[in-house]
Nanobody
Framework: QVQLVESGGGLVQAGGSLRLSCAAS????????MAWFRQAPGKEREVVGA????????IYGDSVKGRFTISRDNAKNTVYLRMNSLNPEDTAVYYC?????????????????WGQGTQVTVSS
């Protein structure tokens, strides 16, 4: 059983940056595909990015491409999400997710393990 704990959320002005962290424990975390999702009020949960076991392959949601970067440090069992050029539309609860296996998906239903989420609020 994998446990995920997000941190690093907060309030930031438009144009600013934040780095989210997701600390994982339990299981062999280095063999899990990891992802970040977000959900704004009244909207569906959407993929922000996903990263392969080794960290050498990533995908991103269209709305964050070129601004956000997902990375992982398997030695620390931690996944990161660097967010640059934030705008008010990025305001949401950000969730870390994990799934066993090498494939990554954009659908939240493919992920078995979830953190509790961290709030990111971008003011204009």
């Amino acid at each position: 059983q994998v446990q995920l704990v997000e941190s690093g959320g907060g309030l930031v002005q438009a144009g600013g940056s934040l780095r989210l962290s997701c600390a994982a424990s339990g299981g062999t975390v280095s063999t899990y595909t990891m992802a970040w999702f977000r959900q704004a009020p009244g909207k569906e949960r959407e993929v922000v990015g996903a990263i392969s076991w080794s960290g050498d392959s990533t995908i991103y949601g269209d709305s964050v491409k070129g601004r956000f970067t997902i990375s992982r440090d398997n030695a620390k069992n931690t996944v990161y999400l660097r967010m640059n050029s934030l705008n008010p539309e990025d305001t949401a609860v950000y969730y870390c997710a994990a799934r066993s296996g090498s494939a990554y998906y954009r659908s939240s239903s493919r992920y078995s393990y979830w953190g509790q989420g961290t709030q990111v609020t971008v003011s204009s």
